[in-house]
């Protein structure tokens, strides 16, 4: 089985109070496809221009990492800057610059329309439905999005959401989507909007999973340092699909582990600037700290 | 078995988005024991004024919790007055008037000095000291505080630190008496300070549990509607110290399920202003609930 991503894939600058890294690899569709890759095959959709490193190509590529649908446009890569606190929690931007992201209009190769598998990274809602018209019958597409869309395009959203298997999001977007403070009943009018499935990232305090059948409450990995929270959330969304779509998952129940999954890679992408940790982690160190994750909430 | 509490007894008015009452039963002797009755016999040393109604003592004789160290004094009863908002989140204080709690000077019964379980609810840490002294060789000592004698009274609550087995604090205290952000690191230089176990209460993210054997995330029950917050940290420590002093247990390992039970309690406090909802709460419905909240975090 394999995963089709559409996403960006960007170069960013990072400063955190352990350091400060300039144009290292980022985007949603890097990290997300990084982690995905340990449980699936992964096809990227995504846009660099043409400053983009060959380096990080090879990074891919040593994945098997397909990398048809990333296109090559003339222009520049996108490039975010940001600067996390002493508390890492949401970072300050201090600029985006969208570049060839600008004018990205994903276009799904032949040979991709027929994926089972879909994430439709943090994009433009028009774009995410324009995907949608091109691939034939995904047996499952997953949404993730953020306040901008939230604010700025709230019917083409309600649009994709009717659309979509599960959306993927964090605490606030959840509350900000649905218009409730408490989870619990935003959840349930975020799924009124369509999806089967709801799952709300929530940092250090774990992972939720709303469905029909019931919630699943996921704890988050105590770590004593966290270096640099970005892409935590890409992350999390690429091992839960590269878990479910590798193992061919269909209902809610059975996502339960995924998120488990989730938050593993998620811990470990925390530990160090871009996709250092993760793009060296061993499937061994997943194992290990999936079982300190059951660990955690077990009660014998 | 049983459970020494020493704490406030109180009359509250508090407003949240869901009404207004005022002289309500509060105080967090009153919560703890209520909430801790349910597994275990009670025993409450606090000081209430000559103005407390009758009611409000017949309702802890009802439940058969023992009053003979709850002293009137000549004065009114402490009251605090509160204010959540719409996120019910921490309330604003309107107005604390200590009254007879003022002169609290905590005088254990002689034959409550032979306690096994007490638990020393959050009151200044040198009446904590004072109480520590009157009991001759407890099984188990549990503290809560408060960021106030963090900030004003450090030495001495340093010094309780080092004679109490469990620290019961929420999330922001343990990071403030820390200094510390990142709570796991947090819970490592508070369990230097003395206690064998920490437990970080989150609320609706949760409770964590630390101690040299390693740590258990407990979740919160996902409810829609939080009526009012206030008491939920007592009741908190009630459910949790009542059932391992109604179990006679002692070891980090067999703490997890009082953490459960706590967070059961507390979720069923929430439901309605003062102590109505625990008041009239049938065992039943707590074996429903702890079910409930086992299978929130249930792979299988």
Redesign the interface.
């Known amino acids: 089985m394999s995963v089709l991503v559409v996403g960006s894939i960007a170069l960013d600058n990072v400063e955190t109070p352990f350091g400060k890294n300039e144009e290292i690899l980022g985007g949603s569709a890097s990290y997300f496809s990084i982690a995905a890759n340990f449980f699936t095959d992964v096809k990227i959709v995504a846009v660099i221009g043409e400053d983009f490193p060959d380096d990080y190509l090879e990074m891919f590529k040593s994945k098997e990492i397909e990398l048809k649908g990333v296109k090559k446009s003339s222009g520049k890569t996108f490039r975010w800057h940001g600067k996390y606190g ?2 890492l929690g949401d970072p300050q931007t201090l600029g985006t610059y969208l570049n060839v992201f600008e004018k990205f209009d994903p276009e799904i190769p032949e040979d991709y329309r027929d994926e089972d598998y879909v994430f439709l990274a943090n994009i433009d809602p028009e774009l995410q439905l324009n995907v949608l018209t091109q691939v034939r019958s995904p047996t499952l597409v997953a949404l993730d999005t953020m306040n901008y869309w939230i604010e700025n395009k709230p019917k083409e959203l309600k649009e994709v959401l009717q659309k979509v298997n599960i959306l993927i999001v964090n605490d606030s977007e959840a509350r900000e989507l649905a218009k409730e ?5 935003a959840a ?1 009018i975020v799924l009124d909007m369509g999806p089967e499935v709801l799952i709300v990232k ?1 940092g ?3 992972a ?1 999973l709303f469905s029909k059948e ?6 988050s990995y ?5 270096v640099d929270p970005t892409g935590a959330g890409d992350t999390f969304a690429g091992g839960f699909m590269g878990y479910i779509s590798g193992n061919s998952l269909t209902s809610p129940e059975s996502f ?2 995924g998120v ?1 999954y989730g938050s593993v890679i998620a811990s470990f992408t925390v530990e160090d600037f871009s996709v250092n940790r993760i793009f060296s982690l061993q499937k061994e160190e997943i194992d290990t700290r999936f079982g300190a994750f ?4 077990n ?1 014998d």
């Open positions: 002493y508390d403070s408490r989870i619990t009943k349930r929530r250090e305090y774990g939720l019931g919630i699943f409450w996921a704890p105590p770590l004593e340092e966290v339960k582990r488990i059951l660990k955690l909430s009660l």
